[in-house]
């Protein structure tokens, strides 16, 4: 024991309720329902989607050892949530040794705030940014334009988004949900001074964004990034890129803020030759993406020469305090997820509400934001917007058990959550069906009354309260005539059961029959 | 006494930590590592994974480097080149164009200015086609190679190893390190890749296999 006694443990907050962009307006059926009517959005995503699995396929095949990649990714990633507190304050001594400052966020609210002074300090009123998750999470754009900062997205997709005023869908490419003539329309609109007669080839698109924010990373003193990775070691941060813009951003400013969820500090430098491997290849599906830039601190004539560190937690440490949960922690952001999900490839992004959508965003927003902070808490129908069909698991770089997750935060929501009506009836099943001869009786009754509602097609789409719930989504198939329990006392069913009892036996004796095949 | 945000975020993390208390593990570095390859092993998959990837390689003998380096240059119409103050002026003798050698006084917003760049680089990376670069000799400031739309890069054969754990292990993780596969490029319309967005649109690898 400790010889300080530090008092009973709390539970950590969550990111507070009514900031940021961790919770959407809707449920994840409301809003999925409306997406999933938008045709355009239904093929841009099930064109691109479809395009990237085959590149990280093609890719991740070429390396013979690439699970053992995976799980040493893993065991890194749970290692460094194991030792947080002690990792941190190494990255916070190695940063401020070479020349860089760090500050420490409890919230979203607490960055912003950290983030707009340090930019009213330096004297400008604008900033140019690196695509990045943690500060669209804390909705830093709209914080720093209540301070008169305008903030430039630099990405290309996170460029289109910002100018047609939308939202991101995606977690590496934020306007998936945009097609190539859409991309055209909002350039044409909203850059100044584009070639009116600008076509929709994605090169020239490329060339018109290239155009645009040549100038504000020529002229803009203050860059705003995240961070893929803080190595505590060394100190060193990292941001995987592909486009030039974060070289841009890293670069050429007097000044860089770079905010970074407490979560992506990794041990040790060497760490990188595993997550350069993992990324890249499960992210965009390539064997390297085209930029990476590392940086320690501050060097003398070299980039910018001022430095500021911002440590996020904005619920982080609420998602530790949970066994199961935090494994949602060990998150890269490749989106590999996302990409394999056929939930993803049909609700799109949006649906989710969160700056993290797909699989993933389904069980890190409720841990972040919370599920139950308000009446219909839209994050409480996260859980459910998945089929568990497990493709997240097996694309996930870092194992994580997406399903799992999805299952417990299930459990815990109907823990908190569960309606009296839905009680009632749950524990009605559960006196009926421990009680075989009641539970046959049940069966018997339910037959008959079922085929009479359940339409042509043999099946019921609206059961009553408290069960209509599950008929709000889906249908329930019509009982059949005969129960399954009906037919295995039947001598058709002994039969059946003696053959597979025999089979059984037979295969037992050449065990390993299956694995020579 | 207020309560700093750091001794908050730590101490919320010792909680999350005392209520659930983790399980121990050691990473398994079972993937490969310190390998090994022949030299024309290492050459031809180093060349193959840089042409996939849309940069233009040239292979030479060190004496032929110069000539080498002017052709690439003249090629892309680069009448004037800008290069680290220390870099090797051998490897410009062959070239007629202007040359501006970088020094601290030149704005990095001049350097656009440059029709293309000249660098040596740290290490290369053949299984990903990735070349290092850190500051060394010869490297220079990051907006050196960054700004110019043109960026001619010598490697040598003797710096390129099989994959990226042996690369990795050659940095100085202090140095700021740009790793660059191909010229820019993004995918973000239809997931459609496109060559050259923001950083120099054309990249000429010189391989030097005798260095």
Known sequence: MSSTFLGMPAVPPRSPYGTGNLRGERTFPAAAHDELRNEQLRGNLRKATHTIRGKRLAVTGELPDWERLRDAGSAIKTDTMNRLPELLEQLEGKVTEHGGTVHWARDGAEANEIVARLVEETGSDEVIKVKSMATQEIGLNEHLATRGITAYETDLAELIVQLADDKPSHILVPAIHRNRREVRDIFRAAIPGVDPGLDSVPAHLAAAARAYLREKFMTVPVAVSGANFGIAETGTLSVVESEGNGRMCLTMPDTLITVMGIEKVLPRYRDLEVFLQLLPRSSTGERMNPYTSLWTGVTPGDGPQAFHLVL?????????????????????????????????????????????????????????????????????????????????????????????????????????????????????????????????????????????????????????APFDGWTDSRDVPAPPRRTFRDWLASGEGEATLRAAAEEGARTADHPHEEEIR | MTVTARETVLGRIRDALTLARPAEVTAPRAYRTGRTLPDDERLALFVDRLVDYKAQVRTCTADRAPAVIADALHEHGARRAGAPTDLDPAWLAAYDGEVQWDSPDIPARRLGELDGVVTASAAGCAETGTIFLNGGPGQGRRALSLVPDLHVCIVDLSSVVPGVPEAVARLIPERPTTLISGPSATSDIELERVEGVHGPRNLVVVIRTDS
């Open chain 1, 312 to 464: 996020l937690d904005n619920g982080r440490t609420a998602a530790l305090a949970d066994r199961i949960g935090r494994e949602a922690l060990n998150c890269i952001r490749c989106s590999a997820c996302l990409n394999v999900c056929p939930v993803y490839e049909r609700a799109g992004g949006h649906a989710y509400g969160s700056t993290y959508p797909g699989p993933i965003g389904a069980v890190l927003t409720p841990q972040l934001a919370g599920m139950h902070a308000a009446k219909n808490d839209p994050n409480s129908s996260l859980p459910f917007a998945s089929s568990l069909c497990g493709a997240c698991f097996d694309a996930c770089p870092v194992k994580i058990d997406i399903p799992s997750l999805l299952v417990e935060l299930r459990h815990q929501h109907t823990e908190q959550a569960g309606t009296t009506a839905e009680k009632l009836a749950m524990k009605a099943a559960a006196a009926v069906m421990k009680r075989p001869r009641l539970f046959t009786a049940a069966q018997k009754a339910a037959g008959p009354g079922g085929r009479l509602v359940a339409g042509r097609d043999r099946k019921i789409s609206r059961l009553p």
